[in-house]
């Protein structure tokens, strides 16, 4: 009876020993008898004890592989050093545990000969602005390689291309000298623009001074030939009123000596003697009053 019970025990405790929980993102590679048997998916399993064994555990999320900088030569035979990123995933784990040994050693070595191969068709100047132009190829390839390795690459990107000493001195100075052109065009180009705005300005201030100058000159002139207008339609006036009173002869003559008498009182050093005065006498009586008018 008790060998039954031990028998027992030693039955479920090998039971329990040979249950297997695969997580979710993970696969168990099974060999029955050395050979394969099957690929447990996330879930509950139980393997045969001293008869199944699981060979390799596979994770299935994508991973991300850094490699150690390669030394290439380009096709202008300058000798730089280029490191890459790939990102990959298994997706047959049957074919990633039996398909190669060291599966990420493989891929290396892919990585560092295909990489080479590229390199060595373009020149430094084509490697230093073609990075998609590399990763693309790179990826086609590695993916089309790792096929049979139950491996899928998704991506490859180059982290860092490093060129010789003496290049990158001399590229330093090709892009100070680059720069250094492009402020000196973006300095000419602000004083151009300054100057013309500046002559822009100055031509409209001085268009101006001379539209002011001459609505100046034409208002002026307009006061001018508005004050003259009015003076001849007041003296039009003025004659109008004489022509309309009909003056006598006598009265004619007393303005003409009003007018001899405004001219004495002024400065001129000639004096004209109307032809209708009557006599000379008269006429001297007239400037000697008007003499000893202005005398006083």
């Not at 402020?183 to 822009?200: D, M, Q, V």
């Amino acid at each position: 009876m008790e060998i039954f019970i031990i028998l027992g025990i030693i039955l479920i405790v090998l039971i329990i020993a040979n249950v297997r929980i695969v997580p979710q993102a993970q696969s168990n590679v099974v060999e029955r008898l050395g050979s394969y048997h099957q690929t447990w998916q996330n879930g509950l399993h139980v393997k045969i004890p001293f008869i199944d064994h699981v060979a390799n555990k596979v994770s299935l999320k994508e991973k991300v592989q850094d490699f150690a900088p390669q030394s290439v030569i380009t096709k202008d035979n300058v000798t730089m050093h280029i490191d890459t990123v790939v990102y990959f995933q298994i997706t047959d784990p049957k074919l990633y545990t039996y398909g190669v040994e060291y599966p990420i050693s493989a891929i290396e070595n892919l990585t560092a000969t295909t990489l080479r191969n590229i390199i060595g068709e373009l020149e430094l100047d084509e490697t230093l602005t073609s990075r998609d132009l590399i990763n693309t190829k790179m990826c086609e390839i590695l993916d089309s390689a790792t096929d049979p390795w139950g491996i899928k690459i998704n991506r490859v990107e180059v982290k860092n291309i490093i060129p010789p000493k003496d290049i990158q001195d001399a590229m330093e100075k090709q892009m100070r000298a680059e720069r250094e052109r492009r402020e000196a065009i973006l300095k000419a180009e602000g004083e151009k623009t300054a100057a013309i705005l500046r002559a822009e300005g100055e031509k409209e201030s001085a268009i101006l001074v001379a539209e002011a100058k001459k609505q100046a000159q034409i208002k002026e002139a307009e006061g001018e030939a508005e004050a003259i207008l009015k003076i001849q339609e007041a003296t039009a006036k003025g004659l109008q009123l004489l022509k309309d009173v009909n003056p006598s002869e006598q009265v004619l003559k007393l303005k003409s000596y009003e007018s001899l008498e405004k001219v004495a009182n002024g400065n001129a050093t000639k004096i004209i003697i109307p032809s209708d005065i009557q006599n000379l006498a008269t006429t001297s009586t007239v400037f000697s009053e008007m003499l000893e008018k202005n005398s006083k």
